[in-house]
């Protein structure tokens, strides 16, 4: 029963996230954190994962991280490493996508 919980959420996520103009890097960085990041604990998130395993540059992956922060993933407020899926986003609700 909660696997299919985080799989709506997850699917729902990914709705909203084709809405939103977000550049070819943005997705890639985003469908690599979805195996890793969930919607009630912070993760830490390491660049270098990300730029070995999408083989791109640092400064790329790091302008993904602050876009997608806007509308998709929340920092911890205390580590900025530490990020997760945002239970909400500010211009809707998950919810409205279903």
Do not use: W
Not at 2 to 10: G, Q, V
Not at 11 to 39: I, M, N, Q, T, W
């Amino acid at each position: 029963m909660e696997y299919k919980h985080k799989r709506e959420k997850l699917s729902l996520l990914l709705k909203y996230a084709s809405l939103l103009e977000f550049k070819r890097r943005e997705y890639r960085v985003l469908l690599c954190l979805l195996p890793d990041l969930g919607f009630k604990n912070f993760k830490r998130i390491k660049q270098i994962d990300i730029i070995e395993t999408l083989g791109i540059s640092k400064a790329e992956v790091s302008k993904a991280l602050k876009v997608l922060s806007v509308e998709i993933l929340e920092r911890d407020p205390n580590k900025k490493s530490m990020m997760r899926f945002r239970k909400y986003t500010k211009k809707r609700d998950f919810a409205a996508y279903k």
